[in-house]
């Protein structure tokens, strides 16, 4: 699957970059690092029911030894141990996915920005703007969407840039 991407060249004119999705997928799947293949394992089976078993099974056992063990420290140390590793590498896991899936999205819809002919592509790679920046170009679109409310506006491109008389 070959697709193109819209840039300015060297004159500021737009041009297109051919870009291969296809190959740039079968690279980086064979260059993904063992640590990376485990973390996305890791991603994957938390997600199952089957972690979930797992993880009622092993407290169900615990409580089941709590007799056997009379209640020692040694079986309270055992849950307490095992359950703050597991939630200690949780936070990293998640935050992993999390990462990934926003990347993803943020790649998504950048492609959609550019694709489209009548999208400001200034906004691709918004979310490396500071919050600051952020929530000025957010209250900018609040605004054009009160003008687009207000003059019934339902068509067309309004302007995203901000002018001095907007304010």
Do not use: C
């Amino acid at each position: 699957m070959n697709s193109q991407v819209s840039s300015l060249n060297s004159q500021g004119s737009p041009g297109v970059i051919p870009f291969s999705t296809s190959d740039t997928l079968r690279r980086t799947a064979h260059h993904a690092s063992l640590l990376e293949r485990i973390a996305t394992a890791a991603t994957n089976w938390s997600g199952r029911n089957a972690a979930f078993a797992s993880a009622m099974t092993l407290v169900i056992a615990w409580a089941v030894a709590g007799p056997i063990f009379h209640y020692s420290d040694r079986w309270e140390l055992f849950i307490n141990t095992t359950t703050s590793v597991i939630t200690f590498v949780m936070v990293f896991v998640i935050q992993r996915a999390q990462n990934k899936d926003t990347l993803a999205l943020q790649l998504k819809v950048n492609e959609l920005i550019a694709a489209h002919k009548h999208a400001h592509n200034s906004l691709i790679a918004v979310e490396k703007l500071s919050e600051e920046e952020l929530r000025s170009l957010h209250d900018r679109f609040m605004r054009l969407g009160t003008i687009a409310r207000t003059t019934g506006a339902t068509a067309g491109r309004l302007d995203v840039e901000e002018h001095d008389d907007d304010r």
